[in-house]
């Protein structure tokens, strides 16, 4: 996985080409497409298709039957606000990488029981950012952490240099990726 996971909401399909041009044209490969809107499932499989060499993903997964359909459409990662048995099982048997929402000491146990090694933290800056992960990964050095809302260019790096951290999610990835593509017009 990239260092940089973007949070990508979809409205409508037509979008879909002037984001992943704009991620891909400021280095970055990897999209999580939120199941947040109609379209998403529609969005990754047409992202699948048309951007074979992006890591796509879904986002804002919480049941199995989203999963399912993101499975469905060509994700190749699921991320969730929170953990779903349901969905780390369906990952599991398909070997697909799967990151919940862990932000307390008993998510962390049941990710850890599940076979999860790698969560997201979110969102970071409610409930503690990186503060709050560094106090968490001293009975758990096993965790890494993808630290979700409130982290933004003003303190990326800070979590960036923390080596438990897998990668930065974030929607403010899309919205520089695409004020670059218009400055650049």
């Known amino acids: 996985m990239e260092k ?4 990508v909401v979809i409205k409508d399909l037509s979008e879909t080409d ?12 990897t999209a999580e ?16 298709k048309n951007y074979p060499d992006m890591s796509i993903g879904a986002g804002t997964v919480i049941n199995a039957e989203q999963c ?3 499975l469905k459409a060509g994700a190749q990662f ?12 369906i990952c599991n048997e398909r070997n697909i990488p799967y990151f919940p929402g862990c932000v ?16 997201k933290f979110f969102p970071a800056n409610v409930y503690g950012g990186l503060k709050a992960m560094k106090a968490l990964a001293a009975p758990f050095p096993q965790i890494k952490f993808i630290p979700t809302g409130g ?3 003003s303190n990326i ?29």
Not at 4 to 7: D, H, I, K, M, S
Not at 78 to 89: E, F, Q, Y
């Open 33 to 48: 497409i939120t199941f947040r809107t109609a379209c998403a499932a529609e969005a990754i499989e047409y992202a699948c």
């Open 78 to 89: 699921i991320v969730s606000p929170g953990l779903s048995v349901a969905v780390a099982k």
């Open 104 to 119: 307390t000491p008993t998510e962390i146990m049941m990710a850890l029981e599940l076979g999860i090694t790698t969560v």
């Open 157 to 185: 790096d800070e979590f960036l240099a923390w080596d438990k951290i897998a990668a930065i999610g974030g929607s403010f990835f899309v919205k520089e990726s695409l004020e670059k593509m218009e400055a650049n017009k």
């Open 151 to 153: 982290v933004d260019r």
């Open 4 to 7: 940089f996971v973007p949070v």
């Open 18 to 29: 002037k984001i992943l041009t704009a991620l891909k044209n400021n280095g970055i490969n």
């Open 68 to 70: 399912e359909a993101a």
